[in-house]
T-cell receptor
Framework: SQQGEEDPQALSIQEGENATMNCSYKTSINNLQWYRQNSGRGLVHLILIRSNEREKHSGRLRVTLDTSKKSSSLLITASRAADTASYFCATDNFNKFYFGSGTKLNVKP | NAGVTQTPKFQVLKTGQSMTLQCAQD?????MSWYRQDPGMGLRLIHY???????DQGEVPNGYNVSRSTTEDFPLRLLSAAPSQTSVYFC???????????FGSGTRLTVV
């Protein structure tokens, strides 16, 4: 499978703590993206990092990419209850776009 | 600006029936894709299109057909529904290669 794999599968933290999710993938990529999915809804694009970038920030989100290890991480700082959702990494494999199985994040108030 | 619109939202089919899931976007996006989401398996790419008249297969294309006669529409046809096709189907579009995708709200399909 071309899919990325997220780790951990599930994560439960207290509000205010940081949440870190990891993604590993198998093949060369054009870029890597992270998406959020609230229960019963479609996916929402969070952030995109290109293969020649190592780190990117957007608000409380920080994404890193290590192409030598074929891995990425998503850090959500100062988490809120509203961050409770599933998070997916997706790899842009030159026209084909593959998703991992996701990390389910629960932020307890 | 409606984004990506999928219809219907829910559908129950009997085994062997055929149907078309509709997807339309009003953002003039070139790239469109269909995914299915099953519990614990993330999203799997069924078919994708890089522009009107151009389609290609993804990871799990068997049992599905697509066409792209216009930039706006990308329907997914189930030829002969099977219980294994019970899933949530998402359509997504992107302005160009390498861009972020906008997703529809999904179609929940049950095949009995």
């Amino acid at each position: 499978s071309q899919q990325g794999e997220e780790d951990p599968q599930a994560l439960s933290i207290q509000e205010g703590e940081n949440a870190t999710m990891n993604c590993s993938y198998k093949t060369s990529i054009n870029n890597l993206q992270w998406y959020r999915q609230n229960s019963g809804r479609g996916l929402v694009h969070l952030i995109l990092i290109r293969s020649n970038e190592r780190e990117k920030h957007s608000g409380r989100l920080r994404v890193t990419l290590d192409t030598s290890k074929k891995s990425s991480s998503l850090l959500i700082t100062a988490s809120r209850a509203a961050d409770t959702a599933s998070y997916f990494c997706a790899t842009d494999n030159f026209n084909k776009f593959y998703f991992g199985s996701g990390t389910k994040l629960n932020v307890k108030p | 600006n409606a984004g990506v619109t999928q219809t219907p939202k829910f559908q129950v089919l009997k085994t062997g029936q055929s149907m078309t899931l509709q997807c339309a976007q009003d953002m003039n996006h070139e790239y469109m894709s269909w995914y299915r989401q099953d519990p614990g398996m993330g999203l799997r790419l069924i078919h994708y299109s890089v522009g009107a008249g151009i389609t290609d297969q993804g990871e799990v294309p068997n049992g599905y057909n697509v066409s792209r006669s216009t930039t706006e529409d990308f329907p997914l046809r189930l030829l002969s529904a099977a219980p294994s096709q019970t899933s949530v189907y998402f359509c997504a579009s992107s302005l160009n290669r390498g861009g972020g995708y906008t997703f529809g709200s999904g179609t929940r399909l049950t095949v009995v």
